[in-house]
């Protein structure tokens, strides 16, 4: 989702998805509930429940980090203004200046399950700016594949876009800056054929 912030800096353009944001979030939430149930078993060994001052000193501060880290989850997103793009993640935020980057890749993800987009800067470095895995259809994974393809396609391409009508057509490193795509699962590329 990509909408103008109505306050401040008239040209920031926000991309935050408030599925995803629900998602870092219940999961945070979920490991938490999961994790702290164990205070309230009883102990295989002694037979005997845990008194509450044996386990509130460490549930209390953990519960306030864990509700700092989902109140930061639902604030998790990326902001491009004139100036650059700022990546805002759960734990800390990193700017990167347009100046900075020579522009947006689309790759595989480690796992190979779906694809990242990720931002190029001059000196080479890759960041990656948001990772696209579908979970469903649950049993077809080149279908599952193909459609975190077409969504990190669809996101590469949006803000690529975004970077050129700031940087302008001149300053954007002209075919450098031409947005890189991996090919979908099962495509081989015509330097591969060639290799052969």
């Keep these: 989702m990509s909408t103008s912030d109505p306050g401040g800096d008239a040209s920031r353009q926000v991309y935050a998805s408030r599925a995803r944001q629900w998602l870092l979030s219940g999961g945070l939430?979920?490991?938490?509930?999961?994790?702290v149930s164990f205070c309230w078993q009883v102990d295989p060994d002694?037979?005997?429940?845990?008194?509450?001052?044996?386990?509130?000193?460490?549930?209390?501060p953990g519960t306030i980090a864990l509700l700092y880290l989902v109140w930061r989850a639902?604030?998790?997103?990326?902001?491009?203004?004139?100036r650059g793009i700022?990546?805002?993640r759960v734990?800390?935020?990193?700017?990167?200046?347009w100046s900075d980057i020579r522009g947006f890749e689309v790759l595989p993800s480690p796992s190979r399950r779906g694809y990242t987009v990720?931002?190029?800067q001059h000196n080479e470095t890759l960041v990656i700016v948001r990772s696209e895995v579908n979970l469903r259809p649950l049993r077809d994974l080149p279908e599952r594949q193909r459609l975190a393809h077409e969504r990190a396609i669809a996101f590469c391409d949006q803000l690529e876009a975004d970077r050129l009508a700031r940087v302008g057509p001149d300053r954007g490193d002209g075919a450098d800056s031409a947005t890189a795509r991996a090919p979908a699962s099962g495509a081989s590329s015509s330097a591969d054929a060639g290799a052969a």
């Design 118 to 120: 990720r931002l190029r």
């Design 29 to 35: 939430l979920a490991v938490y509930l999961a994790t």
């Design 46 to 60: 002694t037979g005997q429940k845990p008194s509450a001052g044996d386990y509130l000193p460490i549930v209390i």
């Design 74 to 82: 639902r604030r998790a997103r990326i902001e491009t203004t004139d």
């Design 86 to 88: 700022d990546l805002i």
């Design 91 to 97: 734990v800390g935020h990193e700017f990167f200046p």
